[in-house]
């Protein structure tokens, strides 16, 4: 028997838009109504009730942290009534993680080939800005990016990102905006044209072309479309008051009929990234695209968060905004109601004012001393201080004199990555082994940056002050004796950049920070190491950027240019995010330091909200206003309107995250800089003080910081054999991300792979007369050009000729029968207890209820009777025993073998067959829960070193000069 398909606590709204099925459905979720809860159970109720499979459904949320929650409820509600059902199979992701599916699925139909790059926003924007002269060269640039004379080549590269940004989120042809007559438009479409084309040729992708990509596989391929269509039954997307045009298109090409299966969730009164390109419109225009009466629509109005004065107070912040224009209004009415329930009647919306900066910082002190002392307030992660940016002075200083009042601060966003020691120490370490950079890194003899004084007096400087400590005398010597050979270097080294930083490890000034025991206690203990491995990361990526593999005398010069004067010059003026745990959003033992957007989604017993200085601010350009007459779509806000409005949206954001008590806090200025600012004085003078003697913080009992247990992925070659291989190199380059140094690849290898994979999707669209001799070596001689290109690797020509004759061989072998053959490439997973276990199958084969799992290899076939083969063969076996219980577990099917094929392999059997074992799957099984236990427990623990994975590793100058304490894992 079942359990209760749709949850009893359940109110009657939630459970109308739970069963709610039939046709386009627009749920108008408030703050704290159970949006989350709703999405889940509707999720449920379709699977339970209406008999959809994974693959019908898609479920499209704003972040891939709320895609990895929602993913770890669905699974446990399923787990809890006994369901089982395959999360992998089903679309729930972001817009972009869908959309890359998608071209990696269908990448024979779009522009991309094999290996592409996908870039982030950074690397977008130093993809341009390597480009900059090109887009210098096309006439009227200045009406877009500013006068080159005027503004830095950085600036004007940040520009040019939104702009062309804006183009793909828009969904514009850059040939439409070529013919236009306004010059700086036709301007911008000479720049998304030049742009798409260096897309093409460095076979990369930027997150808003992932879209673009994806829209155009929609409607230029309508077989696929199609099948999308019939395969996906159910859409619903979450935040949709945050999606901008080009998403409401792909999801429009998806929705057939006049009455899709489409719902959208959403609350016009939180959006918030309109610089991001998202529209309010699609959200308040949703009703809009059916015919009259077809599109339901579900109130959510009831607050399970917050107390009702706080409540009270947030619904009159919305209703001091005049929402109506020329007949139209911009704001769907509602009025949000605390739920049902006692709540303490004292004061809880309160302001904290001070007239001076020391006077505020004191306040907030005994403001949070209070709170402690009052016996409500067990841990400071129950308080978090909102602001508009956390990179203000003022909010700095805020942050700096509570840690040194010994309260920890989380605010990974505050831009202090470069302020951090354990960052300036590795950088002055740098900068000492190259003793020319002074030197070399002035252009011309009157040139200065900026960035410069920050080298010299807060990197160099104390870096070299701790050399003159007798601690480090070892450092010193090992220092002064690179620094020679770098001032004379003749020849070749064998290391570059990041190389030197691995070395830096094993010397006390830096392994201090790197001890295990810190990453157990806490936040504020682990933030240095976790900060090491985020600067491993940007060396690593300025060398595949500059092509820098080892330091050369004939670049070296330029390489220190590039690297100091542009690329850290850059991550430093754009400021760099420290890091987040995606599964505690407010660390126990921190008060947070956020700003509004990052607060978005979250609560907190206590919210104080600053920057009650700012104003309504203008966010578009000249060139926006011309843009809009060649937009897809009309014009919707009165773009004068859209400052006022967005300002309202964004500071109820701000007060709808207080669950017990809200504070307005500002250090309070009259005349020019007035705060508050007239905006908020309304509503801030009323307010009792928090000091105020109807005030008892005692008698407001403060609620819990929820706990997020988020299921983690976990695969057996990323993670299982990694940690059994060396726990210590599985601590710093998965749990601390540490960039390993570019290894060649298995270049080889790989090229088989892939082209096996080539033919396996063919057959598979049931295309097997393409596969014949001259189209395999197209697709191995395509593969090998962009592989080779990303990896800057090559393979000699009698060796690239044996590659292809592995593929050859493999497809003579099957004698082109591929009947056998039931999936390739499938990406499987299994929603465990506490983790998602995953792994990725080369080919399902067989018949019926019963099938076998092929697994390729291109080395040499190993001998089952040599011992020496005998450790490899066993990690192999328990891979597949992996893979089959995940597949046993997910679809009811039976696996009877399990096989390595040696694609080598000439005239004997290419197979190495397995028979399954259940006792053996379930002992391997057991061994990797007790792994991801240890993982989840940060217990890296090793009873000694493992010579075989020192003699290469990058950590084995930190090993052999680490004071080991080992230890037998329990």
């Not at 009792?688 to 003697?693: K, L």
Request: with cysteine; proline share 5%; hydrophobic share 40%.
């Amino acid at each position: 028997m079942l359990a209760p398909l749709i949850s009893s606590s359940a109110n009657p709204r939630q459970r109308d838009a739970i069963t709610s099925t039939d046709g386009p459905l627009l749920i108008i979720a408030g703050p704290g109504s159970g949006k989350t809860f709703t999405l889940v159970e509707r999720v449920v109720y379709l699977i339970t009730e209406k008999g959809v499979t994974p693959e019908q459904l898609m479920v499209v949320t704003f972040t891939d942290k709320a895609a990895q929650e929602l993913t770890t409820r669905i699974a446990n509600r399923l787990v809890a009534i006994g369901v089982r059902f395959n999360l992998n199979e089903m679309y729930l992701g972001t817009f972009h993680s869908i959309c890359l599916r998608w071209l990696q699925d269908h990448r024979e139909f779009t522009r991309l080939k094999r290996n592409f790059t996908l870039m982030d926003q950074f690397d977008q924007q130093y993809f341009l800005y390597q480009h900059l002269r090109d887009y210098d060269a096309i006439p009227g640039v200045e009406l877009l990016l500013g006068d080159p004379q005027k503004t830095s080549a950085w600036y004007r590269t940040e520009k040019l990102l939104r702009w062309v940004n804006t183009v793909s989120e828009e969904a514009l042809e850059p040939e439409a905006l070529i013919a236009a007559p306004d010059p700086a438009i036709s301007t911008l479409g000479r720049c998304a044209a030049l742009y798409r084309q260096q897309l093409d040729e460095a076979n990369a992708l930027d997150f808003s072309a992932i879209q673009h990509e994806a829209l155009r596989l929609l409607r230029f391929y309508p077989a696929i479309r199609d099948a999308m269509r019939q395969r996906i039954a159910y859409l619903m997307v979450d935040e949709y008051q945050d999606t901008n045009t080009i998403q409401e298109f792909i999801l429009m090409e998806l929705a057939q009929g006049e009455a899709p299966n489409l719902c959208v969730v959403g609350d016009d009164d939180q959006g918030l990234y309109r610089f991001r390109g998202a529209t309010i419109r699609n959200i308040l225009q949703f009703k809009e695209k059916f015919a009259p009466g077809v599109c339901k629509q579900v109130f959510l109005e009831t607050n399970y968060r917050s107390h009702p004065a706080i409540i009270d107070f947030y619904n009159g912040w919305m209703a001091g905004q005049d929402w109506e224009h020329d007949g139209q209004t911009f704001r769907y009415p509602k009025t949000i109601v605390p739920r049902d329930d006692a709540f303490p009647e004292r004061p809880v919306v309160l302001k904290l004012a001070a007239k001076t900066a020391d006077a505020w910082h004191a306040e907030v002190l005994d403001l949070l001393h209070g709170l402690r002392d009052a016996g409500t307030l067990t841990d400071w992660n129950q308080v978090a201080f909102l602001f508009r940016s956390v990179k203000h002075e003022q909010v700095r200083g805020l942050a700096t004199f509570l840690e040194a009042q010994g309260i920890p601060v989380y605010s990974p966003r505050a831009n202090q990555f470069f302020d951090r020691e354990e960052i300036r120490l590795i950088i002055g370490a740098l900068i000492f082994l190259f003793p020319q950079f002074p030197q070399v890194r002035m252009w011309k003899p009157d040139a200065h940056l900026d960035i410069w004084d920050y080298y010299d007096e807060q990197c160099f400087r104390p870096f070299a002050e701790h050399l003159r400590q007798p601690e480090n005398a070892d450092l010193l010597k090992w220092a002064r004796r690179k620094a020679r050979d770098h001032m004379a270097l003749t020849q070749n080294a064998d290391y570059a950049f990041a190389g030197l930083f691995y070395e830096l490890l094993r010397f006390p000034l830096f392994s201090r920070y790197l001890d295990e025991t810190l990453l157990q206690n806490g936040l504020l203990d682990s933030r240095p190491m976790r900060n090491l491995g985020l600067f491993s990361q940007m060396l690593n990526k300025f060398e595949y950027l500059h092509h820098v593999s080892v330091l050369t005398p004939d670049y070296l010069e330029k390489n220190l240019r590039d690297l100091f004067n542009q690329f850290l010059r850059f991550l430093h003026d754009g400021g760099i995010n420290e890091y987040e745990d995606e599964a505690e959003y407010a660390p126990s033992g921190h008060v947070s330091f956020l700003t509004i957007h990052q607060a978005k989604g979250l609560e907190f017993p206590v919210v104080v909200v600053g920057s009650l200085g700012a104003v309504p601010r203008k966010q578009y350009s000249a060139v926006d206003v011309v843009l809009e007459g060649y937009l897809a779509r009309p014009p919707y806000e009165p773009l004068e309107k859209t400052k006022f409005y967005d300002f309202r949206r964004l500071y109820y954001t701000a007060f709808s995250r207080a669950q017990n008590l809200l504070l307005l806090t500002a250090l309070e200025v009259n005349g020019t800089g007035r705060t508050p600012s007239r905006y908020f004085t309304d509503y801030y003078t009323p307010l009792p003080s928090w000091r105020a003697g109807q005030v008892k913080l005692a008698a407001v009992p403060l609620a819990h910081i929820k706990d997020v247990k988020l299921k983690r992925e976990y695969s057996f070659t990323s993670h299982l054999t990694v940690f059994e291989n060396c726990a210590e190199q599985y601590r710093f380059f998965r749990e601390l991300a540490f960039a390993p140094l570019r290894k060649n690849p298995i270049l080889f290898g790989t090229l088989v792979h892939q082209t096996i994979e080539d033919i396996h999707k063919t057959v598979l669209r049931g295309e097997q007369q393409r596969v014949t001799a001259d189209q395999i070596a197209a697709w191995f001689d395509t593969n090998y050009a962009y592989l080779t290109r990303r990896e800057r690797v090559y393979l000699a020509p009698p060796i690239r000729q044996l590659a292809l004759e592995h593929v050859l061989r493999y497809v003579r072998r099957n004698g082109n029968d591929w009947s056998h053959i039931r999936e390739a490439e499938v990406d499987v997973s299994l929603v465990k207890d506490e983790y998602i276990l995953a792994g990725k199958v080369d080919l399902i084969q067989g018949e019926g209820d019963t099938v076998e799992v092929v697994d390729f290899k291109s080395e040499r076939k190993l001998d089952v009777n040599d011992p020496r083969d005998r450790e490899r063969l066993n990690q192999y076996r328990r891979q597949l025993e992996v893979y089959a219980h995940i597949i046993e577990q997910r679809t009811g099917l039976t696996v009877s073998r399990t096989h390595l094929y040696y694609t080598s392999e000439e005239g004997g059997n290419p197979y190495i067959s397995f028979d399954k074992n259940t006792r053996s799957v379930e002992r391997t099984i057991a061994v990797f829960d007790e792994v991801v236990q240890r993982i989840e427990a940060k217990d890296f623990a090793i009873p000694e070193r493992p010579a075989k994975a020192c003699s290469a590793c990058d950590l084995r100058h930190y090993c052999d000069a680490k004071n080991w304490e080992f230890r037998v894992p329990s």
